[in-house]
T-cell receptor
Framework: EAGVTQFPSHSVIEKGQTVTLRCDPISGHDNLYWYRRVMGKEIKFLLHFVKESKQDESGMPNNRFLAERTGGTYSTLKVQPAELEDSGVYFC???????????????FGQGTRLTVV | DQQVKQNSPSLSVQEGRISILNCDYTNSMFDYFLWYKKYPAEGPTFLISISSIKDKNEDGRFTVFLNKSAKHLSLHIVPSQPGDSAVYFCAAKEDRSSNTGKLIFGQGTTLQVKP
């Protein structure tokens, strides 16, 4: 069974440009999360989808970030326009169930390293 | 305001010895804690977890201890192996976010196990 896959693995763009990251969760996983790790710091939550609905988007930094999950399958995260501080590694994760103790743990993709120059 | 803190950015131990990774948290609403391991150029992988109703959980060479009064947890790896060399992230989940599954991560500790 395929794991969580993300593309591209690497993206270098200029400040002001637009970048779209894609995440394909594990088949059958209704929960999809986006996280970001900046400059070797902590991994920070961005948002959570349950199927195609945004359950929690409290971690989205600003309105330059737009996440979608049409049809409840794959998800995209668009940054427009990109700024220097958006550089980092963007992780996607998926899980099968979400309960009080999240007993089905989230599986992470390998991440997309975004560099804004 | 960082709610989960891993104050040791790195740790080096000899193969066969015990590795102890520490994590402190500030939010008393956290009720579930996890450790993830991350190799370079890979995503974090789940290692072990513990709920707030327990103070210890063991899985093979890995044991997590939770001290709620001190808001502290630790991961013990015994015996340590060179393949354990990775970045270890502590993470916590809020009780009130049980519908979201949102995890709060620490900044990670890089473990190096020397042969």
């Amino acid at each position: 069974e395929a794991g969580v896959t993300q593309f591209p693995s690497h993206s270098v763009i200029e400040k002001g440009q637009t970048v779209t990251l894609r995440c394909d969760p594990i088949s059958g996983h209704d929960n999809l999360y986006w996280y970001r790790r900046v400059m070797g710091k902590e991994i920070k939550f961005l948002l959570h989808f349950v199927k195609e609905s945004k359950q929690d988007e409290s971690g989205m930094p600003n309105n330059r970030f737009l996440a979608e999950r049409t049809g409840g399958t794959y998800s995209t995260l668009k940054v427009q326009p990109a700024e220097l501080e958006d550089s980092g590694v963007y992780f996607c994760a998926s899980s099968q169930v979400t309960g009080r103790y999240m007993r089905t743990e989230a599986f992470f993709g390998q991440g997309t390293r975004l560099t804004v120059v | 305001d960082q709610q989960v803190k891993q104050n040791s950015p790195s740790l080096s131990v000899q193969e066969g010895r015990i590795s102890i990774l520490n994590c402190d948290y500030t939010n008393s609403m956290f009720d579930y804690f996890l450790w993830y391991k991350k190799y370079p150029a890979e995503g974090p992988t789940f290692l072990i977890s513990i709920s707030s109703i327990k103070d210890k959980n063991e899985d093979g060479r890995f044991t997590v201890f939770l001290n709620k009064s001190a808001k502290h947890l630790s991961l013990h790896i015994v015996p340590s192996q060179p393949g354990d060399s990775a970045v270890y992230f502590c993470a916590a989940k809020e009780d009130r976010s049980s519908n979201t599954g949102k995890l709060i991560f620490g900044q990670g500790t890089t473990l190096q196990v020397k042969p």
